[in-house]
T-cell receptor, first 113, second 108 residues
Framework: DAGVIQSPRHEVTEMGQEVTLRCKPI?????LFWYRQTMMRGLELLIY????????DSGMPEDRFSAKMPNASFSTLKIQPSEPRDSAVYFC???????????FGQGTRLTVV | TQLLEQSPQFLSIQEGENLTVYCNSS?????LQWYRQEPGEGPVLLVT?????EVKKLKRLTFQFGDARKDSSLHITAAQPGDTGLYLC????????FGTGTSLTVIP
């Protein structure tokens, strides 16, 4: 398996534009997480899916952020409209079940100018 | 809300020295994991501890889970430059949260 695959690796966009980040979890993994990492706030949990169903989205900053998981092999995180303060590295991670290892993608570095 | 506080936040030591990183919380966790993250990459799992008081060793790294399952420590013996990285603890508590992180630099 190629591991968790995220795209794009880097994204530079202008303020106000829509941004879509993509994630392909490891096959057979039932849980998927989206995290945001910044120097100031560390690694923050944004949303967590289990069996494609959003379980907890309390970490999503505001209504500008939305996440979907239409099937077991694909998830998106959308920001609309984007703002400079959204600049961060966004990670997707998947795992088989509770208390098991979480496998991370390489992240998407988002810069909003 | 940050449930897991790590200390120190930054640590710079000479090769060969020992160090301990702490991960503390007021919450009880069913398990706790330690990850290491290198620049440009996602975190990678080092160990999972499940039982209160549990101690696990991974070469020069020793991990301990507190008796009450609220805290954990990571001790590195004779640190090497290859140990440089960001160390993150992560607790399982109906959710999966990461700590604030400890950035370790080992100087040759």
């Amino acid at each position: 398996d190629a591991g968790v695959i995220q795209s794009p690796r880097h994204e530079v966009t202008e303020m106000g534009q829509e941004v879509t980040l993509r994630c392909k979890p490891i096959s057979g993994h039932n849980s998927l997480f989206w995290y945001r990492q910044t120097m100031m706030r560390g690694l923050e949990l944004l949303i967590y899916f289990n069996n494609n169903v959003p379980i907890d989205d309390s970490g999503m900053p505001e209504d500008r952020f939305s996440a979907k998981m239409p099937n077991a092999s694909f998830s998106t995180l959308k920001i609309q409209p984007s703002e400079p303060r959204d600049s961060a590295v966004y990670f997707c991670a998947s795992r088989v079940d509770l208390n098991t290892e979480a496998f991370f993608g390489q992240g998407t570095r988002l810069t909003v100018v | 809300t940050q449930l897991l506080e790590q200390s120190p936040q930054f640590l710079s030591i000479q090769e060969g020295e020992n160090l301990t990183v702490y991960c503390n919380s007021s919450s009880v966790f069913s398990s706790l994991q330690w990850y290491r993250q290198e620049p440009g990459e996602g975190p990678v799992l080092l160990v999972t501890v499940v039982t209160g008081g549990e101690v696990k060793k991974l070469k020069r790294l020793t991990f301990q889970f507190g008796d009450a399952r609220k805290d954990s420590s990571l001790h590195i013996t004779a640190a090497q430059p290859g140990d440089t990285g960001l160390y993150l603890c992560a607790g399982e508590n109906n959710q999966f949260y990461f700590g604030t992180g400890t950035s370790l630099t080992v100087i040759p």
